[in-house]
């Protein structure tokens, strides 16, 4: 039996964005792709919400715990009662389904081809239990999570952009769409609704691939490249920045957990009007594990940790960590794309040494120099 679709229309979403999610049929696999600030998270957690009302578990999947908080935080304002949507990571989502002692290869990673093959030899079982799936961020996952997902699951829905692929376990949109079937359905959203003009700009500077992306309507100040004369200078320079604007979101993106830690006790000591945070994917639990996205103040953050979030201001705190790559790396274009990109209205590039990093320099016209 088909089922029809059950549009849940909500007024934070642009009419481009309620057509893509209305015209998704509520069976089968689809990849929906986007550039960042096009609301694919957003997007995610509402077609969570659609799923979960056929009456089938729903999971929110993200490879990053950082990202799981903020989906669930936007979930819990999508609320439906009776269809609820659980936000997990993927290595909890497995552990759920095939239990603690699931097989891992020697790179301490899941061994996807007997997941695969456990998740076959369920195929029929218990069929009413079988989930929806919802991915965001879903080019941080491996070929073979889609594979095994594809025989475990009633049905999977992947928002991705493959200009963002910052971990070591990636896919492309073709090796995702490939994994699924050839039955999986592809959809591109537009627009840029985060960045301004300005910042939209550089990071286009950046970018790998694609399709290029829409120019933002939206105009702001020139993101500016900044000398640090130390972890003294950056910390006060952030504690300026939250004065100016105390209502900001202030996200610092760091290369260095060394550097994350000195900023996290200079900034504790500054008299902040809000307690600073500080996100460590090795805390099991607490104050530097749970973090609260939604309230003004400073959030420090790991930069492999920082997709998929979105901030007032970004202060991208060590660009010299760098200094020693090819600034013609891919991969370090992705990352310069994927922190630039989380800024909303201002955009900070900060460095320390004595001389300007590699793939700083040329930049006249998108910044301004300080």
């Not at 933002?216 to 490249?225: I, K, W």
């Not at 090795?282 to 930069?303: E, F, I, K, N, W």
């Amino acid at each position: 039996m088909t089922i029809a679709n059950t549009p849940v229309l909500h007024p934070d979403l642009t009419p481009a964005q309620r057509d893509c999610l209305d015209t998704l049929p509520l069976t089968g696999n689809h990849v929906v792709s986007g550039p960042p600030g096009s609301g694919k998270s957003l997007l995610a957690a509402h077609r969570a919400v659609h799923l979960a009302l056929t009456g089938r578990p729903t999971f929110l999947i993200s490879r990053s715990n950082l990202l799981r908080q903020l989906l669930r935080d936007s979930l819990a304002g999508l609320a439906v009662p009776g269809a609820p949507v659980e936000a997990s990571t993927a290595h909890l989502w497995v552990y759920s389904r095939f239990g603690r002692d699931v097989p891992r290869t020697e790179d301490s990673w899941f061994d996807w081809p007997a997941l695969t093959h456990q998740a076959a030899g369920a195929v029929g079982e218990h069929d009413a239990a079988t989930p929806h799936l919802v991915v965001d961020e879903g080019q941080d996952l491996p070929p073979g999570f889609y594979r095994m997902a594809r025989l475990a699951a009633a049905s999977v829905t992947v928002f991705a952009d493959e200009c963002q692929r910052l971990t070591e376990t990636n896919s492309t949109l073709t090796e995702i769409t490939d994994a699924l079937g050839r039955s999986t359905g592809r959809v591109e959203i537009l627009g840029n609704h985060r960045n301004t003009r300005e910042i939209a700009s550089l990071a286009e500077h950046f970018r790998t691939g694609g399709t290029r992306p829409d120019v933002p309507f939206r105009s702001g100040a020139l993101p500016t490249v900044r000398h640090y004369s130390g972890v003294k200078d950056l910390a006060d320079d952030i504690t300026t920045l939250a004065a100016r604007h105390p209502r900001d979101r202030i996200g610092v993106i760091v290369n260095s957990l060394r550097t994350a830690a000195d900023l996290m006790r200079r900034l504790e000591r500054s008299g902040l009007a809000h307690e600073p945070q500080l996100y460590s994917s090795a805390a099991p639990s607490g104050r530097y594990r749970d973090l609260d996205l939604t309230r003004p103040g400073v959030v420090l953050v790991h930069r492999a940790s920082a997709k998929g979030l979105d901030f007032d201001t970004v202060v991208i705190a060590d660009a010299e960590s760098d200094s020693g790559i090819d600034p013609t790396s891919a991969a370090l274009c992705m990352a310069y794309y994927v922190m630039i990109t989380r800024a909303r209205q201002r955009l900070v590039l900060g460095w320390q040494g004595s001389r300007l990093p590699r793939h700083l320099e040329g930049l006249d016209g998108w910044v301004r120099m300080w």
